[in-house]
Every structure is written in structure tokens, then in C-alpha cells.
């Protein structure tokens, strides 16, 4: 009887160890969010696709660290490279070897926008639909109590268990699909600089 009551006080703390370490969904979002502060400081890679009607599919590889930022953008017959830093725009056409050097403006950072991992703890009811040994898998739907415009209605989050990243962010709208995918802390300055070396036969157009 001994052993019985042993066993029964050893499955009650176990237990009672898995509540304790169990995770909400809301709890796992929160620590991503955390995680992801982290690239303000070491900076940040991840990819953005984005599908349209009649446009099709424009991907985009994206490396920012504080004000500079490379984007290599893919779309359906054309391919660029883009960099800016706190004032200054260059753009290499892959397809005609231009160089466009103008002025940056707000919406050059459109590409790298994570405003979508903001609100989802406040503007969203998070479930967990299924966890694996590598990621949690969270269905968000927003709350009708979230007001903002911008916010997609339903969004499928996918978190990494090792680090805390997110793994993939996807919403559908009526107009188009969006992924933000493999994100990744840390940047170096050298990989978001623009190197006008490494470019000696680019027709060059200044439109500053």
C-alpha cells in the first residue's frame, strides 16, 4: 500500500509540474513579442510575400538594422535590390541595370512592417490548435471589440518552442494573401549597407 501511495504523490507532482510549466497562448505571444524587441538593438531578417489578384506573388528578403535596410524584392518578371539608410533610397533593376538614387519616404519600410505581431494579444481571441516537439500553432481571430481597419480578420501564428520567434505569420483578406516568414534576429552592418562598388556598370539615374 506503501508504493501505492508513493506513486499516487509522485503522479500528483508531476502534475502539478506540467501546469505549472503549461503556457497559454496569450503568455507564448507575449514572450515572442519580447524576444522580437530584441531586433531593435541586434536587428532583424525575415522574408514578406504578399499574393494579389492578377499581380500573382511578390516576395521580398528583408535585412534592417536600425536605419538601414536591404530588401530583395521577386515578383512575376522582375527582380530588385533595395537599399536605404535614414535619408537615401538605391534601387538596382536586375532586368535593365539601372541604379535609382532618390530620396526615402515612409513607405519605403512598407516591406518590413511587424505591426501585424502588435496587437494580436489585445486584438485577437488566440486558440491553440495543435503544438509539435518544434512550435506552437495559433489560430487568431479578432475580437470585435478591435476597431482597427488594418487588422485581418483571421491570422494562423506559428512559433518557434526553441526561440521564442515567430516561424510564419499568415493572413487572407478579400483583396490578398500576406505571409511573414523565417524571421531571424541579428543583422550585420556590412549586409544592409549599399555598396556602390559592387555595381561599376549601373546606368545611374538621380532623382534626388
Known amino acids: 500500500m506503501k508504493i501505492k501511495h508513493l506513486l499516487v504523490a509522485a503522479a500528483a507532482v508531476l502534475l502539478s509540474g506540467a501546469t505549472i510549466f503549461a503556457q497559454t497562448p496569450e503568455e507564448i505571444v507575449q514572450k515572442m513579442n519580447a524576444e522580437m524587441r530584441r531586433g531593435d538593438a541586434e536587428g532583424f531578417a525575415m522574408d514578406f510575400n504578399i499574393k494579389m489578384p492578377i499581380v500573382g506573388t511578390i516576395r521580398s528578403h528583408n535585412l534592417v538594422l536600425g536605419d538601414k535596410m536591404r530588401t530583395d524584392i521577386s515578383g512575376k518578371d522582375k527582380s530588385s535590390v533595395c537599399w536605404s539608410d535614414a535619408t537615401t533610397k538605391w534601387t538596382y533593376e536586375n532586368q535593365t541595370g539601372e541604379l535609382i538614387i532618390e530620396n526615402k519616404t515612409p513607405s519605403d519600410s512598407d516591406n518590413t512592417d511587424t505591426k501585424a505581431f502588435d496587437n494580436i494579444v489585445d486584438g485577437y481571441k488566440l486558440t491553440l ?62 549586409s544592409v549597407t549599399f555598396d556602390p562598388a559592387a555595381y561599376p556598370d549601373a546606368k545611374i539615374t538621380d532623382k534626388r
Open 129 to 190: 490548435k495543435k503544438e509539435t516537439e518544434d512550435a506552437w500553432f495559433i489560430l487568431c481571430k479578432k475580437l470585435k471589440s478591435n476597431k482597427n481597419k488594418d487588422d485581418s480578420k483571421r491570422m494562423e501564428l506559428t512559433v518557434a518552442k526553441a526561440t521564442y520567434l515567430p516561424i510564419c505569420l499568415r493572413a487572407k483578406s478579400s483583396l490578398f494573401t500576406f505571409s511573414i516568414e523565417n524571421y531571424e534576429i541579428g543583422v550585420s552592418e556590412e
